[in-house]
């Protein structure tokens, strides 16, 4: 699968754009560390952009993402990606072993943290956003109090990333690459 029709498939399914956003970030963030470890692009970003797809038509963790699975199967998804996106719910019972399926468990949550920060910022960017921004309002319980800290922190560690030494600033220079398109560009 393209892309396009992965983000064809998302926009099939995902009606809420705050939620296409929430994928597009994950997608980047995925792409971001695929580089990095020198992994397959297209294969990880595809795999960040499709892993919340289902959310509107099944929104609960009985449901989500083990009832998409079959959807995404019968679109020819590759069972690697199928397997990560079944991964990073908890609920499903399926291990995170590869790096990927880390990856994607470690950037799922905290880009919506990062967001919001960004969000409340009174340049409303990611471009003057910086890491120490995040973790103060990451020790402001009442912030973002949807937000599960602990999942994210061991997210990263599974991932066998240090959150604050370097996680955060990496998902935050991987969403500046698509600030506009998440409407975080800001008004410097």
């Not at 019972?93 to 967001?115: F, H, Q, V, W, Y």
């Amino acid at each position: 699968m393209t892309r396009e029709e992965a983000l064809s498939l998302v926009r099939e399914y995902v009606k809420n754009e705050g939620l296409v956003k929430h994928m597009l970030c994950v997608e980047a963030a995925m792409r971001y560390y695929a580089e990095k470890f020198g992994e397959d692009v297209e294969l990880w970003g595809i795999t960040g952009l499709l892993h919340d797809f289902d959310w509107e038509i099944h929104p609960t963790a009985e449901q989500h993402p083990a009832q998409g699975a079959p959807i995404l199967r019968q679109h020819g998804l590759d069972e690697v990606i199928v397997r990560a996106i079944l991964s990073h719910g908890d609920n499903t019972g399926i291990p995170r072993l590869s790096l990927m399926e880390k990856a994607l468990n470690a950037c799922d949550e905290i880009t919506g943290l990062i967001t919001a920060v960004a969000l409340v910022r009174p340049s409303k960017s990611l471009h003057d956003l910086e890491p120490s921004s995040v973790k103060k309002k990451w020790k402001d319980k009442a912030f973002a109090a949807g937000t599960n800290r602990e999942e994210m922190e061991k997210a990263a560690a599974d991932f066998g990333i240090d959150l604050w030494g370097e996680h955060v600033g990496n998902i935050i220079a991987a969403m500046r690459r698509i600030a506009p398109e998440l409407g975080l560009a800001g008004n410097l």
